[in-house]
């Protein structure tokens, strides 16, 4: 039985759902949206066995979600088109709406650590233009490095404590992550709180920055 274009076009788009279908595959997606990975390098991001990190790679490559290049014995994945980053804030945006699950994690775990809101990428673009704001960017140095915001610092969230003195007090402080669920911002956003300075998020993370066309650096 022959089935028509529409349902022939279901059919391809139901691979890409399938492939989005796991946990383990919507956190590499995060961190192949910071910049390119090997397949050994993300192993150790995900804390998952290279074999397992190999095969959900494969999957979703054949659904069109990553792509590859072979850099002499590597082969390094990054996200194959911008739109999955819409299409992953798309699933948070309906999970927090419609599941009871999302709004008590969000109460129990975000919510605890920071219920004001964010700041937005205009705010922050405006903010630093007045020279009134330190730009804290909280991932891991090699991250920071492929890419980040125009003059930020980098201070990992786990050198926070030992690297405050860096931090003007005199200064608003606008931390950024990963996305807008990246647990470092908001830990580190209440430990500089606590301490008596002013701090807030953005409301994203350094992947949807770029992808919105604003200015980028790179390098340590």
Known sequence: ?????????????????????????????????????SVDGLAARVRLPLAN????????KRAGLVAARRDGKFVRYRLADDAVLDLMAALSRLGTRTLAEVAQIRRSYFDARDTLEP????????????????????????????GHLPGAINVPAGELEARLGELDPGHEIVA?????????????????????????????GYPEWRAAGLPVETGA
Do not use: N
């Open 1 to 37: 039985m022959s089935i028509g274009p529409k349902q022939a076009l279901y059919a391809e788009f139901a691979v890409v759902a399938k492939a989005l279908g796991s946990s383990h595959r919507l956190e590499m997606l995060e961190h192949l949206a910071q910049g390119e990975r």
């Open 176 to 204: 950024y992550c990963r996305g807008p669920w990246c647990v470092f911002s908001f830990e580190v956003v209440a430990a500089l709180r606590s301490r008596g300075l002013v701090a807030h998020r953005l409301e994203d």
């Open 53 to 60: 990190v190999s095969h959900h790679l494969q999957q979703m």
């Open 119 to 146: 700041v937005t990428r205009g705010e922050l673009m405006a903010r630093a233009s007045d020279g009134r704001v330190t730009v804290l960017d909280v991932r891991p140095a090699d991250e920071f490095a492929s």
